[in-house]
């Protein structure tokens, strides 16, 4: 199997299995208990988020664990909103569902919000944003980058605007965090969502940044862990892990980018030159490492999917939650991307593992897919 499909999600190390392995053992304990035995499993929960704090220069008490990149969107926005009754919120069209569908919800009880649009490659201007802000502009959210066309967002410039007109300022990291160089002190993000299952951790955690003081309402009311903010006991073995994966992520990121990269560009300028009518959705240079997004004329996307699949090849049609959907990409279609070219879109998102040798059995087993259905397609043959 070659596995392009690591913006869905990531295969966990086996380093990562190893640190959570004594958490699903004998180091059960719960970290709230009063003895020795949950004290050292408490301190290792400490220890983690202090490890993940580091990684976006935060405090360990600005990092609150949660069950991944969904939920962390979800506390941002409406615990923003909910401290904001009425307020304004402006945000991307090219966002994660799980920012805009809290938008839509947020809206049904009467916070107003604007959707800034990109250019053609999927950056978002600041000067949109700057235009779209109100009196009662409360809170900005901007993703660090886009999880379908993988451009990367202009946050420092958002996050010193936001800072200036005092409007707190959320990015969506999930699919940025341990990709690309992030300062929340730099770059003067107010909250931050992360996952851990993007990373080589595992699913189901992840962590939110709430600067020091910029939100007091909490998630989830219980018993009051994570400072009182999202009840529940810890789930000791994904935050154990999630750190592990975030400290292997930011030891080889360098050597690691710089090959998805080099992987990338190989991969890229062969299919652009040896596919006719295919196009590079996004940033040619903004975008991460491993992420590629094509677009085939006269082709069905999700047709050449599954031929790709019986070939041991796992591509995606756009985004992982909407694979199944009969609707374009609202991130295609933001960057102004007509339906039919939408529908012939494929992502392909490697890794370190990826060889050029893989590389080039994918090129040519889609050369051969693509030249079979444009073969059969009348709208080609009219065509050319
Ligand atoms: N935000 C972005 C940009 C994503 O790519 C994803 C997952 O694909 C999410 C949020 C949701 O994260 P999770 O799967 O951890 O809930």
Known sequence: MIYMDNAATTKLRPEVVRAMLPYM???????????????????????????????????????????????????????????????????????HHAVLRACQNLE????????????????????????????DTF?????????????????????????????????????????????????????????AHKLNGPKGTGFLYIRKDCLKTPMIHGGGQERGMRSGTENTAGIIGFAKAAQIAMANRDMRTSYEIKIRNYMTHRILNEIPFSRLNGHNSLRLPGNMNFSFQFVDGGTLIVMLDKQGICASAGSACSTGSKDPSHVLKAIGLPDELSF????????????????DYVVNCLKKNIQELRDQSEDYKRFV
């Open 25 to 95: 053992g004998n180091r059960y304990a719960n970290p709230s208990g009063a003895y020795t035995f949950s004290k050292d499993v408490r301190k290792d929960v400490e220890d983690a988020r202090k490890r993940l704090a580091e990684t976006i220069n935060a405090e360990p008490e600005e990092i609150y664990i949660t069950s991944g990149g969904t939920e962390s969107d979800n506390w941002a926005l409406k615990m923003a909103a909910a401290e904001h009754r009425g307020g304004h919120i402006i945000t991307t069209e090219i966002e």
């Open 108 to 135: 049904r009880n009467g916070i107003r919000v604007t959707y800034v649009g990109t250019d053609e490659q999927g950056i978002v201007r600041l000067s949109e944003i700057q235009k779209a802000v109100r009196p």
């Open 139 to 195: 809170l900005i959210s901007v993703m660090a980058a886009n999880n379908e066309i993988g451009t990367i967002q202009p946050i420092e410039k958002i996050g010193e605007f936001a800072q200036s007109r005092k409007i707190l300022f959320h990015t969506d990291a999930v699919q940025a965090y341990t990709n690309i160089d992030i300062d929340v002190k730099r770059m003067n993000i107010d909250m931050l969502s992360t996952s």
């Open 344 to 359: 012939a879109t494929v992502r392909f998102t490697i890794n370190e593992d990826i060889t050029k040798n893989e590389v």
